[in-house]
């Protein structure tokens, strides 16, 4: 598939092989490799070939919302923050303690695991729980064209689904039909998060330095980057009247101005003391002493490092704005800050 172009016009360019070995020297090899979109030169794994068009013509409706932002922003913060504003605002639902991932699912998941892979899957294959939890779900379903996008789309109204593709690989009359709620974060605390994440998961399984993953992320090598473009596309559609654009500090240092702001956009309704159930039900703490992100017992679950969450944290690691100045030397620091400055000066990111 690579070669083509999708229907959101992008093409789909195999990444050559010198420079997938580079990339394959510190992280985990992508089964199927992986491609460059053009334009853009967005980062994915050689499975969104098979997935791309489907994206991009997934039929949201109007009572959706939509999480969206790059990884390690906040999205399963947001996440949750929708689902209980939504579901769960006197936090009686019999559902709440479910994994995020199963109330939230992010659609993005096929280009992870290829949908063709489910053609060979026996009864003691580690995709086969995958595939009977997507068989219940969609008894009709065809799992070779892609079980998250088919599972998203019998998921109980209203939906909140959630995606870290940018908007130029998504409809553009998605913002038409349906409100997106867009949480960006200060590329330096994204580095340092996202490097944990890239350590802490097995599917990931980073080998290099601090310093290596940071040329890394400003030089565009992270799956699903570049994060410049990724926030400047959304930052364009700001005054759209269905974003709902945020920022990480924000929530961290007045969730509750947030939650109100959150409260008008979405229409909510909710009252002081439901929006102070949402505020706590969601807190560092209380999300991280549930850890219910995903389900373990699934072999979906990317599988953590014991040693790296043992010693720096889990996937719930710190929660808070500014650990990148304990952790960046000052030369990393600089060149993000650069970076920054040459492609997202407009954006009033904090630090502190
Ligand atoms: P840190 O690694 O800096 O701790 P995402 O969900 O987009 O992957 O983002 C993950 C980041 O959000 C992690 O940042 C995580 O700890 C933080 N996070 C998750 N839930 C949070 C909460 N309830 N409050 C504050 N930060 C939260």
Not at 114 to 142: Q, Y
Not at 292 to 300: C, I, L, M
């Amino acid at each position: 598939m690579a070669g083509t172009t999708t229907e959101s016009g992008h093409e789909l360019v195999e990444v050559p092989k010198p420079e997938l070995e580079g990339l394959e020297r510190h992280f985990t090899p992508w089964a199927d490799g992986l491609l460059r979109l053009r334009p853009g030169h967005w980062l994915f794994p050689g499975a969104f070939a098979e997935t791309a068009d489907k994206i991009y013509n997934f039929r949201w409706k109007e009572e959706d919302v939509v999480v969206a932002g790059f990884l390690k922003t906040g999205t399963t913060w947001l996440q949750e923050i929708l689902w209980t504003m939504r579901n769960n605002p006197n936090l009686d639902h019999p559902l709440a303690n479910t994994p995020i991932l199963d109330r939230v699912p992010i659609i993005d998941t096929d280009m992870y695991i290829n949908p063709k892979a489910f053609r060979s899957v026996t009864s003691n294959h580690p995709l086969k729980p995958m595939l009977d939890d997507f068989k219940r779900k969609c008894p009709d379903g065809e799992a070779t064209r892609g079980i998250y996008i088919q599972m998203a789309g019998v998921l109980p109204e209203p939906r909140a689904l959630k995606t870290h593709y940018p908007f130029s690989v998504l409809h553009p009359d998605l913002l038409e039909h349906t409100k997106c709620v867009y949480i960006a974060r200060n590329p330096r605390d994204v580095v340092v998060s996202l490097h944990h994440m890239s350590r802490l998961f097995k599917y990931n399984n980073y080998s290099g330095t601090l310093e290596q993953f940071v040329d890394y992320f400003i030089d565009g090598d992270v799956v699903q980057g570049p994060y410049w473009l990724h926030v400047k596309e959304a930052w364009e559609k700001r005054n759209h009247p269905n974003l709902h654009f945020l920022f990480y500090e924000d929530l961290r240092s007045d969730v509750m101005k947030e939650l109100r702001r959150l409260n008008e956009f979405l229409g909510t309704n909710l009252t002081s003391e439901q929006l102070a159930n949402v505020e706590r039900y969601t807190s560092f703490g209380e999300m991280q002493s549930r850890n219910n992100f995903t389900n373990t017992k699934r072999p979906d679950n990317p599988g953590v490092k014991k040693e790296v969450e043992n010693r720096e944290g889990g996937f719930f690691r710190k929660g808070v704005t500014g650990s990148w100045s304990s952790t960046l030397t000052p030369d990393m620091v600089e060149k993000i800050d650069k970076w920054t400055k040459k492609h997202l000066s407009e954006i009033p990111f904090r630090y502190n």
